[in-house]
């Protein structure tokens, strides 16, 4: 693997992303990051804390209306993640931390398909008080996402090797 | 400036956010899970009031602000947290300081809402617009929270 990684890291992209002074780089791809996870996390958190009570006296169905922000904020991040991924494939690959934010944002995404299936398709949403089965899977969505947040902050405090000097 | 920022430095807080190992990287994600928290609540509440998802109700719909408060709480004690860690990163970074203007600005925009916006959101119903004036609140407070996490992003790249 260590072939692959300096062979992206000796890349013109991957080196531009990592050493341009400009701030419109770096620093814009991880606040780029930032802001899409705001929107896709705190977007789903509203829906998870809607369906497990909070402002019960709110329709859900109107909350469909956010999804296109949600899927805009996972897009923005699927993009800028892949961008950093190219700037320091190293750091993020040999860190154990990055293969359990992958497996929060996968679990995650499958959950939010679930609530999009079981509960916005559902022809009585918003006639009959919320099943418990909508409960779970708010409940998992919220404690997803909330992983995948952890576990991305994390990288910066747990990376063993920023860059392969040689292979 | 200068006394304050040694007088932080000297506290037993600030002792702990350097020496224990996971201070300052539990407080990290607690932020990121405050900012995240609040702009899922009072980011969606601002956009309900600029005519997305105008079947909500803002009357029920403003009960998710109490969860922004608790977001903007974490967020309030975690952040605080950082400076008395490292009073140096923040004290005389102009990213933390331009962040601060615009959490000063929103707190005026918080007062302004409840003192003459609030009674007119509270009686609309689903489908309803909200008046301009709520619109300019909501807008005010929708782009200065994406402000507040831009600038907050940047302080790592203004340490002076």
Not at chain 1, 75 to 91: D, E, H, Q, R, S
Not at chain 2, 58 to 77: D, K, Q, S
């Amino acid at each position: 693997m260590a072939f692959y990684f300096y062979w992206i890291e000796q890349s013109a992209f991957s080196t531009w992303l990592r050493e341009s002074p400009s701030l419109l780089v770096f620093p814009t791809l991880l606040l780029l990051h930032t802001i899409g996870m705001g929107f896709v996390a705190g977007t789903n958190a509203a829906i998870d804390l809607r369906v497990l009570g909070v402002a019960s006296q709110m329709r859900i169905a109107p909350m469909q209306r956010f999804l296109p922000l949600m899927w805009s904020g996972f897009w923005l991040n699927a993009v800028t993640g892949v961008a950093l991924l190219i700037a320091y494939p190293t750091k993020a690959f040999t860190n154990p931390v990055f293969y359990i934010k992958l497996a929060f944002i996968a679990l995650a995404l499958v959950n939010t398909q679930m609530i999009r299936n079981e509960v916005f398709r559902d022809p009585n949403l918003d006639e009959r008080p919320v099943p418990r089965k909508w409960k779970i899977l708010a409940g998992t969505s919220l404690l997803f996402w909330a992983g995948a947040i952890t576990a991305g902050r994390l990288l910066a405090h747990t990376n063993s090797q920023l860059l392969t000097e040689s292979y | 400036m200068r006394y304050f920022q040694l007088w932080l430095e000297s506290t037993r807080l600030s002792g702990f956010m350097n020496q224990a190992r996971f201070g300052w990287p539990i407080c990290a994600c607690l932020h990121f899970l405050g900012l995240s928290l609040l702009l899922g609540t009072v980011g969606l509440f601002d956009l309900r009031l600029l005519g997305v998802a105008k079947g909500l109700s803002p009357a029920a719909m403003h009960r998710f602000v109490r969860w922004g408060v608790l977001g903007f709480a974490i967020n309030l004690i975690t952040g605080t947290m950082f400076i008395v860690g490292k009073p140096d990163r923040y004290i005389y970074n102009p990213a933390f300081e331009l962040k601060l203007v615009f959490l000063l600005v929103l707190g005026i925009n918080v007062l302004v809402f409840y003192s003459i916006v609030h009674s007119k959101v509270a009686v609309l119903r689903p489908g309803d617009s909200a008046p301009l004036g709520a619109k300019i609140v909501a807008a005010t407070s929708f782009l200065l929270w994406i402000g507040v996490i831009c600038a907050g992003r940047m302080v790592a790249f203004f340490i002076p």
